[in-house]
């Protein structure tokens, strides 16, 4: 019997670089993301992908659900998608999260989502070296429509925040490619938990100053969007208070993501910074609703090379369907 898993993306609207550290993140899983069809099989997990190999995270989730008293039953698989890949949506999150649940499934195991989220987190470390944090596994579990999910990553709790109605998400994909396995990514981590060991370099510092008032910038965005009149100014303040200290004090951002950023305020964005890892990937604006179609038309003209996208904030990963 094959059955068919579905597993989002996500933008994280404002909360980078936190989630390693037990701060706070306030991420929306996305309307794209991962098809997954598989059947069981006696044999080894074997996924074929168009967009390159994937056997290695099959195997990394494997191994990490076999921890956990899985019954050792593979999957033959298809995956599909609409992620565009490198763009710093989460695709290979998505990606853990599908096969995850479809793992479980097809061998009758259940599991919290939660757990299944902290399992995929550690088959990244697994598959790629990559020291991540749990925000991008949990929200492509957690999703809710039409809400953000405010989440501690020092105590898992959560919360869902709802987004107002007159505001439309739209993500600029700069078009650089990056592998964060290949970036900073894990020196930045190493850097910060320096700091936070008490480490007076200006380096640890600036590291250190990002992530305590990048989570009072967290809190700042919930209060704002859970006011019931939406301080659209004080919003866009926020967020780019956000960029600046990505950009200066943990220098993950780049040109072509300033660049973004600058023109999508210059053409009436509410809000906008630089999301996820950083060294190439997305930017994610907030844009009055009734403006996004001249607002995507404005950038994409002015940023030849970018892809600007409506998207919205919705449910998190589920299996969709099972067929003879």
């Known amino acids: 019997m094959k059955r068919t898993y579905w ?21 929306i899983a996305l309307d794209l993301g991962l098809t997954l069809i598989v059947e069981a099989t006696a044999g080894p997990t074997r996924v ?61 195991f259940a599991i919290e989502p939660l757990a299944l989220a902290q399992a995929a987190r550690r088959a990244e470390h697994r598959a790629t070296g990559v020291p991540c944090g749990i925000m991008d596994q949990a929200i ?12 501690d990553t020092s105590t898992l709790a959560m919360e869902a925040v709802p987004l107002p109605a007159e ?27 320096r700091g936070l060991a ?18 009072e910038r967290v809190r700042e965005v919930v209060g704002v969007l859970r006011s019931s009149d939406v301080d659209l100014r004080r919003l866009g303040e926020i967020f780019r208070e ?8 943990f220098e993950v951002s780049i ?3 300033d660049t973004i950023v600058d023109r999508a305020y210059a053409f009436g964005a509410v809000a906008a910074r630089m999301t996820g890892g950083g060294f190439g990937g997305s930017v994610v604006t907030l844009v009055e609703r009734d403006q996004t179609e001249c607002f995507i038309s404005r950038l994409g ?6 892809n600007a996208f409506l998207t919205r904030a919705g449910a998190g990963a589920r299996e969709i369907g099972a067929e003879s």
Do not use: F
């Not at 492509?140 to 989440?151: F, K, N, T, V």
């Not at 993500?171 to 894990?186: E, T």
């Not at 956000?242 to 004090?249: F, K, T, W």
């Not at 003209?301 to 970018?306: H, I, K, V």
């Open 255 to 257: 040109p072509e993501l």
């Open 140 to 151: 492509s579990l957690l999703g809710r429509p039409g809400h953000a999910i405010l989440l």
């Open 198 to 215: 008490g480490a007076k370099d200006p380096t640890a510092l600036r590291r250190v100053r990002h992530v305590r008032s990048e989570n």
């Open 242 to 249: 956000g960029h600046v200290s990505l950009r200066d004090d």
């Open 301 to 306: 003209a002015s940023l030849p090379g970018t």
């Open 48 to 108: 074929h992908s168009p967009d390159g190999e994937v056997d290695r995270y099959a195997s990394a989730m494997a191994a990490e659900l076999d921890v956990l008293g899985r019954p050792p039953v593979g999957i033959n698989g298809r995956l599909e998608t609409t992620l565009p890949i490198g763009a710093g949506l989460s695709s290979s999150a998505a990606l853990e999260v599908a096969l995850g649940l479809a793992l479980c499934s097809v061998a009758d």
């Open 7 to 27: 597993a989002p993306g996500r933008v994280n609207l404002i909360g980078e670089h936190t989630d390693y550290s037990g701060g706070l993140v306030l991420p």
């Open 167 to 193: 505001l439309a998400v739209v993500v600029v994909d700069s078009g650089v490619r990056r592998q964060l396995r290949q970036s900073a990514y894990a020196a930045r981590r190493a850097e910060l938990e």
